[in-house]
C-alpha cells in the first residue's frame, strides 16, 4: 500500500505537478495578457524596459529601496527564504540525483550540509513570517485563514525533506509527505497568492515605467 | 460576516453619501458593479487583488496609518481589504451600508498620493485601487456631497468654483489694474493669439486667491515673457472629476483646457502652483483623450521659475532670509519629478533652507490631496488627526529652525495651513510665487 | 469672404511704421490686421489711464477706461469691447453701442461681419446682446454663446433653474437649458455644452448629459433617442438638415447620425468633423490607435498619423480635399491629401484654400520667423509678425499680411503675389 502510494507521487504525480505549475502559469500568463490587451492597454502604451529593469533591479538587491531598509530583519529573512526556497529544490543532490535517474540530465549539486543548513534557514523565516502575522496587528490584519494554509503550504515540504533526511521517526511516510506536499506546493503557485512570484516582473515593471518614463521619479 | 459590525458602517454623516445610499438597492448596487467589473475591471485590479502577498510592508508608506496609531485600518492593504476585497470576492453583491462605508474609505482615508507604490515590493498601486473604488461609488451615486458639488460646477461652468464667463475675464481686469498701481503698464495679455505661453491656473485661483495671478502676472513681466491667458472656458486646469471617478468629464475638461491653448496658438502650457492639475494633465486626462503625452508641453510652475532662474531672465534683489523647508507636493515630485528643480529655485531665492524629513519622493502628503480635502467640512477632523506624521515632520523641521513652509501646491497649501493651526505650530506656509514675487526686481 | 473690390494689384504696400506708434505711445498692444490687409490696428494708450484704438496711424476720437478683445470683422471694420465708467459695450470703429452694461464679452460674428452678438450681464442678470439689441429674457447664468451664419440667431446655454451651491441632488435633476434669441426650449439637462445651428440658422443642436451618465444630442430640444457614454460636437448636414456627432460607445468613438450610428469604423478618439458644402463627405480628427492621430474621411483614416496632434481640420471650397495642421515629436506640421509636407516648424496656424481649391497657404512660425507656405514650399519672405494669407477670388494671387519684410522690423506691409511667377 504505501508502496503503491509512493510509486504514484514518484511517478505520475510528479508529471501532474509539473504540468499543472507549466501549464497553469502558462494560462495564467496568456489569460492575464488577453485581459490587458482589451481593457489595460495602458500597460502596454506606457511600458518601458529601461525603467522596468531600473525598478525590479532596486527591488532584487537587498537594502536597495528605503522599505528595505526600514525593516532590515524583514529584508535579511526574506532575501534569505526566498534565495534557499528557490536554490534548495534545484540544487539538493538527491533532486538532481532523481533527474540524472529519470532524464540522464544533471547539474551541480548543493553540498548535503550546505543544504541542510538552508533548509533549516527556510522555515526559521516560515516561522519569521508566521511569527510576523500573528505578532505585528498590520500584519495580523491582513492575515486570513488562507495566508497561513500557504504559509504551511510552503513549510511543509521543508519540514518533512528535513525530517525524512534526518531519517527520524517514521520517514518513508513522512518521505511521502515531503513529495505529496511539495508537489502541492508546486501545483497551487499558479493559482494563489504564490503567484506574485510569477507577477512580480510585470506589476514591479509596469510602475517603474509609469514612475521613470512618465514621472521622473524613483519608485522605492 | 453576516452581522455586519460598527467598524462597517460609515460614521460621519454626509448628505452625498447618505441620501446617494438611501436611493439603493442591493440588487442595484450588484447589477452596477458587476457591469462595471465585466467593462472596467482588468488586468491591473486582478493582478494587484491577488498578487498582495498580505505582507503589510506597505503600512509605513501610509500617514493615515502613522497618524492613526498604527491602525491597521488605515494601511494601505487594509484599506484595500475592507473596500475592495469583498465587492470582488462577492462579484458586486454587497450591501448599501457597505457601499457607503467603501466610499467614506476611498474618498476620505487615502490621498491617491502613491506614496505606497515606492514601499509595496510588487508596485501594488493602492491609488489606483482606490480610485476603482471611488469611480464605483461615482456610478453608484455616493459620492461626498462637497466633492460632488466641485464635480457639478466643473461640469456647468468647465471650472472647479461655478466661476462664470464674465467673472474670469473681470478678475483678470481686476488684477491688472491693482498690479498697475504697483507697476505701471503691466499687462495681462488676454486672448493673444501666437503668444510663447499659455498661463492657466486652477478654479480657487480667481475665486480666493487672486493675488496668485497679480503675482504670476509681475513675475511674467518681469521676466518679459510673451504669455496669454484665454477669455474662454479652458482656463481652468484644475480638475475634481479626476477624484470623484468622473472619467468622461475629466475627458472633457482636458480638451476643453488644451484646445483653449491649441486655439490660441500658444507653444507651451505653464501652469501654476498646482499639484492635482498637473496629475490631471500631464499624466491622467490626456490619456482619456488619446494623448500619450500632453499635446502641448505643460510647464509646472516649479519648473518654469526654474528656467527663469537658470536663463538668468529673474534677477534677484534680495534673498529672503526667513529660513524656509520645502513640502515635496506628492503630485509634481512623485508624480513628476521635481524636486530637484524646486530646490534650485530655493537656493537661488532663500539664504536658509531646511530640509524636512522624509523628503523628495519619499515626503509625506500634505493630507488634503486626492480629493480629500475636497470633500468638506464633515472630514476635517478626520484629515487633521490623519495629518498628525505630517506635523511631527512639521516641527521637526521647525525644531531645526524653519519658519516658513514653501508648499509649491494648492492643495498641500490648504491641507498644511490646517496642520499647522490644528497642532499648533508656529510656521508660515508660502508658495514658491510668493518668495520669488518678493525678492526680485520687477 | 471674397470681395473681389479689395485691391488685388500686384506688389507691395507700405501700410504703416509701428515704430512711429510705439513712439507716440507708451503702451501699444499687439497689432491686428483687418482680412483686406488694408488696415493695421491696435490697442494704445494716448493718454494717462485713457485708452484707445490706432488704426493706420489715427486714433478713434473716443477714449475709454479700458479697451479689450480688439477684432476685425469679416468686412473689415474694426470692433473691440470697451468700457467708460464702469459701463462695458462694443465700440464698432470707434462708435459704442446705445447701452452700456455691466459686463461684455465673448463677441461673435456673422460670416459677412453684418452683425455682432456679444454676451452680457447686468446686475447679475445674463443676456446675450445683437447689434445693440439686448434678449428681452435674462437668466442667472448664461455660457456657450453661438451665432448662425447670417448672425440673425443667437444661441446660449443657460441656467433655467435656480440652486445653491451643494445642492447636489437638485443638480442632478437638470437645471440648465438652451436658449435661442432669448427663449429658453423648456426642457432641462444636466449640462448642455457645445452647440451648432443649422446652416439656415432656424434649427439648434447641443451636446447634452441627460443623467451623470447618459451623454446625447439635443436638436431644438428633443434629444435623440439613444444614450451614449459621451458625445462631441453635432453638425448639421448642409444639404439634409440631418445632425450628425461624435459619440462614444463600447469599443470607442463613432460618428452617429440622427441618433444611430452612421460610420461603422471606431476609434480611440474623434471629434470636430466637418462637411463639404455638399454635404456629401465628412472628414475629422481621429486617434486610429492610442496616441496616433490623423484625419478620418467617411471612417477612413489617413496612412500618415501624428503622435503629438491633430488640430485646424479645413475642407476646401469643392470638399474633395482636406488638409490640417499635426504636430509629432514636438515639431508641427501641415498636412494634406493624406500627405504630410516636408518642413516641420514650431507652429503652424490653419490652413487656407484658394477659391479654386488648388492651392493650400499657411501661415507657420520657425525660430521666431514667420513664414508663408504654400503647396509645400515656403516663400522667401520672412516676418517679425504675419496674418493668414488669402487668395484673390480668382485663384490667381496671393496677399501675404506682416510685419517686418525687407529689413524694416516695424513697417507693416501688404503683399500681393502672383501664384504663378
Ligand atoms: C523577486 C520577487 C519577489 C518578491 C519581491 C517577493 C516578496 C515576498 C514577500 C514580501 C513575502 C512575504 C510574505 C509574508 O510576509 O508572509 C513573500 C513570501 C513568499 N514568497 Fe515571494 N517574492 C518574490 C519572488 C518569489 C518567488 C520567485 C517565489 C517562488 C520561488 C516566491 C515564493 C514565496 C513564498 C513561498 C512565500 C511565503 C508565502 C507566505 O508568507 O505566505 N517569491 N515573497
Ligand atoms: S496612496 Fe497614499 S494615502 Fe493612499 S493608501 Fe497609499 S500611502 Fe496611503
Ligand atoms: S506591501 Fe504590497 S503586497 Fe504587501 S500588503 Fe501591501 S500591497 Fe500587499
Redesign the pocket.
Known sequence: MMHEIFSFVRGPMVWIAFTVFTVGSLYRFISMWRLAKKKDSVVFNYFSFFYALRS?GH??FPFAGVNMRKHPA?TVV?FL??IC??VVPIFLSAHVIMFKESWNISWRWLPDPAADIMVMIVIVC?LF?WG??IFLKE?RYLTSVS??L??AA?AAPFISGLWAYHQWTAFSAVMIVHIISGEI?LMI?PFT??S???F??FT?GYMGSEFGAVRHAKDW | MTKQSPANIATIPDEGIDKGGQRLTTDQITRVISRHLEEEGGARLKIYMETC?????CSDACHFYLSNDHDPKFSPAGKVKQALAPIIRKKGRVSVDFIKKASEIAFTECNLCRRCVMYC??GINIAYLMLFIRRICHKLGVVPQYIQDTAHSHSATMNQMWVKEDEWIDTLHWQEDEARDEIENLRIPLEKEGADIFYSVIGPEPKFRAQLIYQAAVIMNAAGMDWTMPATSGWDNSDMCMYTGDEEMVARLKKVHFEAAMRLKTKRIVMGECGHAFRSVHDVGNRYLGWKMSPLSVIHAIEFYYELFRDRKLRVRQKYSIPVTLHDPCNVVRGGGLHELARYVIHETCSRFVEMHPNREHNYCCGAGGGVINCGPPYTKKRESSSKVKADQLADAMARGAKVIIAPCHNCHSGLEDTVKHYGLDMEIKFLGDIIYECIYK | MYHSYWDWNVGKKIIADLSQWRKTFEWVEEPYVSPDGETIAAIVKPEDLKFSVCANGELWENYFDKIWYLRFKPNNSLVALVSKDSRWTVAVAGQTWENGYDFVWDTRFSKDGKRITVAAVNENKYFAVTDGSPWEQTYPSLSNLTVSDDGRNAAAVVQSILFNSGEIFKFQQGCYTAAVNGKAWGTNFLNIWDMSFSPDGQHLAAEVRKTLYDYTIVVDGQPWDKNFLSVWKPKFNPKDGSVTAPVKVRGGWALARNGEIFWDERFLQLWHHQYSADGKNIAAIVAPRFGQWTIAVNGRPWPVTFNNLVTDLVVSPDGRRIACAAKSDGQWYIAADGQCWDNGFDMVWAPVFSPDSRHIAVKVEKDGRFFVVIDGNPLKMDFTAAWDPIFSPDSEKIMIKGIGCDGNESQYCRHILNLYD
Open positions: 525590479i527591488w532584487i524583514m526574506a527564504f526566498h526556497l528557490f516560515c513570517f510576523r502575522r500584519v495566508d497561513y500557504i504559509l510552503v506546493l503557485i497568492k504564490l506574485h512570484m510569477l512580480f516582473p514591479r | 502577498v498580505h505582507c503589510g510592508l515590493p510588487f
